[in-house]
């Protein structure tokens, strides 16, 4: 059994396999998911667990040399863009359409699907490395 970081199996693998450059979601319980990426859904009732604790957890454990958020999420999200902010720190953050959001979700490697509840609460983490 794991001693500390990502608990769920399928995160841990995902996380493990993953390039430079790779990316993958973490999403609020209602954005479509293409079904030629894997699904790892760990929705268990309207916000639980939130898209915060799945996006820390998983900061913790990855590291993330960008991230894609829909421009949207700033006037319909205010206080969760803020949080995001907050957690992200110094990680350059890409915005753009919630429907050009939606094809990015295409090519990544899984999309984490939260309870979170509220509009556009997802995000697209892009893989960096360990070394310099």
């Known amino acids: ?10 995160i841990a ?11 993958i979601v973490i999403s609020d319980c209602g954005l479509p ?6 699904r790892i859904d760990l929705a268990l009732r309207p916000g639980l667990p939130s898209f915060i604790e799945t996006l820390e957890a998983v900061l913790a454990d990855m590291v993330v040399e960008g991230v894609t958020i829909a421009s949207e999420m700033a006037q319909h999200n ?3 863009r ?4 907050m957690l992200l720190g110094g990680i350059p953050i890409q915005e753009t359409s919630h429907e050009q959001f939606k094809q990015l979700t295409h090519t990544a490697k899984a999309v984490i699907r939260t309870g979170e509840a509220t509009p556009y609460a997802n995000i697209i983490l892009q893989a960096g490395v360990i070394f310099g």
């Open 1 to 10: 059994m794991k001693k500390a970081g990502i608990l769920n199996s399928q």
């Open 13 to 23: 693998a995902t996380l493990a396999r993953l390039g430079h450059t790779d990316t």
């Open 33 to 38: 998911i293409p079904d030629s990426v894997r």
């Open 78 to 80: 205010p206080m969760l």
């Open 82 to 85: 803020k949080e995001t902010d």
